[in-house]
């Protein structure tokens, strides 16, 4: 199966059947002395690092409107060296995102914090999957999105109203599945519930909330995959 599917264009999704496979990912196995070499190097440019578990792709493809795929279990410290060589081949990223709309139908996103890998950029609060996201072996992508909603907002997604189907934009630095959690309140009461929870943490993941209310008001540091997916939006598709 390998990586099959339509890059840099926005595909309705209406399954992901997304598995875990239990053994080793390649490029983990074929790449210990480099992974703990290049992790050293993280560290020592950013101590707050944390070696925990996420999952690294071996296989997705997209067919009758679904995506695919395999995936495995790998160190921090993995994706790490991978995101440094994103051309390997037999490996690539898939995350969520939940598109936060707000009831003025603005979108609400995130800027990460300055101790985070990410420091400064703006996207929809989001994580990589991780093996608690799995059910019977197959990812749970909405557990996903109101998980890591929930850590770095303190929002609960739960009772939200979701789009009818997923999307996903694949392009040479990962897949990103998405898609609509409308709130009823306004984005600037959303944004300050989100103000609220990031003052009382002791570290946040996120510096604060960023209101986006037209595809022509981008902010400073807004990752690249994220304007196709406002532009999106604000053409009212779905």
Known sequence: ????????????VDAVDVRLDPGPHPFERDNAQAI??????????????????????????YRDNSLVGRCHAVRYSTFMLWRGN????GAEHAYAHAMLVAGDNALVAIRMARHTVNAGRVYFAAGSFE??????GLVDVDFNMIREVREETGLDLAGATRGRRYYALSTATGTVIFRRYRETASADEVAQRISAFVAAEAEPEIDGPVIIRNPDDLP???????????EWHFADKD
Not at 131 to 136: H, K, Y
Not at 220 to 230: A, E, T, V
């Open 1 to 12: 199966m390998s990586f099959d599917l339509p890059r840099n264009i926005i595909l309705p």
């Open 36 to 61: 703990a070499e290049n992790w050293r190097r993280e560290t020592v440019a950013n101590p707050a690092l944390f070696d925990g578990t996420v999952v690294l792709l071996s296989a997705l493809s």
């Open 86 to 89: 994103r051309h390997v081949a």
């Open 131 to 136: 093996p608690t996201d799995f059910r019977d």
């Open 220 to 230: 400073d540091g807004l990752m690249p995959h994220m304007q196709p997916l406002i």
